[in-house]
């Protein structure tokens, strides 16, 4: 089954501001938040659901993207997984709460839930940055995929502690304000009863341990500045403007915290021959008269190489050769586009006489001069571009 149409899943229109978005996810996390429903693996995935449809339409470019382009346009087809899938795919609920937990004003809990998704602990994770990317490609390359290798100057985990920021096995300890747990549970007595409200932990800032002896190596940031080889697959079809990405290849989150993302933007170079239009693909022909008007065989370039194309005796500047199957494919895999092949006639701008003693001998033949036909097929072909 593949993925709904974001606006469909908030249940907002396209036209909705960014506060009718922000409201409407967070009535859709309320509905299915874990805490409400224990065991629940639809609500589970609803809730999913609603978290990537909010990632991308709370971000402005995200959101321009995706109104233009699709799922294509923000790092995946519908219903494609994958290193390039969508948020659920690749994002656990600790990362939704990481991520949106002003939204629950709080990471997870709303006043009157307690407990976590799973039993799990309400711990802190830092989440690293995103990186981002440019790599310009040739319309060979969009048209078969490409696979790209970058070294990134990015922050890495920390060789020497693992990642924890601590020196050493007994490094850490638990919190003794929150044992562990990252937030502490407030009760308040109020004319409905009791009331539970969870807070971040002050003593350890929810992470739930304190660092007794920080890394000589991260000064107990666990994260370090290295670099590290990338490499990116670049489905084919692609476009300019578009933007993949690649979930936990961004920089190390601090002390073992969520990686950030690596978004990759998509440029392309400027073909010296071909022209595109979306997935169609513009060749602009220059016969000469003599082949114009006799008819013969030219070479034509597209993406694999050139090919033979037969010119009917008679041809008229202005017709358009159409190449099927000779254009760039669909990103998401369905079809390719055409190689379009407009025809125009090259007329010498100097002659010998012996060729200006040809030309007016053939303008006195009757076939060499316009017919009504000919007026009335160019006449319709011009009114209908202006048209």
Do not use: W
Request: proline share 4%; aromatic share 8%.
């Amino acid at each position: 089954m593949g993925k709904r149409d974001y606006y469909e899943v908030l249940e907002v229109d396209k036209k909705a501001s960014a506060d009718e978005i922000k409201k409407a996810y967070r009535k859709k996390a309320i509905q299915y938040h874990p805490d409400k429903n224990p065991g629940d693996k639809e609500a589970e995935e609803k809730f999913k659901e609603a978290a990537e449809a909010y990632e991308v339409l709370s971000n402005p470019e995200k959101r321009a993207r995706y109104d233009q382009f699709g799922f294509a346009g923000v790092g995946g087809a519908a219903g494609n997984g994958g290193p390039y899938g969508g948020f659920s795919g690749g994002m656990s609920m600790d990362d939704i709460f990481s991520m949106f937990g002003d939204i629950f004003g709080g990471r997870g809990g709303f006043s009157g839930f307690s407990g976590s998704f799973h039993g799990s602990s309400n711990i802190r994770q830092y989440r690293g940055s995103d990186l981002r990317v440019k790599v310009k490609l040739t319309l060979k390359e969009i048209s078969t995929g490409v696979e790209k290798k970058f070294k990134l100057k990015k922050y890495v985990p920390c060789s020497h502690c693992h990642g924890t920021g601590a020196e050493g096995s007994g490094g850490t300890e638990t919190c003794p304000t929150c044992k562990g747990t990252g937030s502490i549970i407030h009760n308040q007595q109020t004319i409905l009863g009791t009331m539970q409200t969870r807070t971040t932990c002050p003593t350890c800032g929810g992470e739930g341990h304190i660092i007794k002896n920080k890394c000589k190596e991260c000064s107990g940031e666990g994260i370090v500045y290295g670099e590290e080889v990338v490499t990116v697959r670049i489905p084919a079809g692609v476009a300019e403007g578009m933007q993949l990405t690649m979930n936990g290849k961004g920089n190390a989150g601090k002390r073992n915290g969520v990686a950030g993302d690596l978004l990759i933007y998509i440029e392309e170079e400027a073909d010296k021959e071909l022209i595109r239009d979306e997935n169609d693909l513009i060749y602009n022909l220059l016969l000469s008269i003599p082949t114009a008007t006799l008819g013969g065989a030219v070479e034509i370039p597209t993406l694999d190489g050139k090919v033979k194309v037969k010119i009917e005796p008679g041809t008229q500047p202005g017709k358009v050769l159409r190449l099927r199957g000779k254009g760039l494919p669909q990103v998401n895999g369905y079809g390719s586009g055409d190689l379009l092949v407009n025809v125009s006639v090259y007329i010498p701008e100097a002659l010998t006489k012996d060729e200006k003693k040809t030309l007016e001998a053939l303008a006195q033949s009757e076939n060499f001069k316009p017919n009504t036909s000919v007026k009335e097929k160019i006449f319709r072909k011009f009114k209908s571009f202006f048209d």
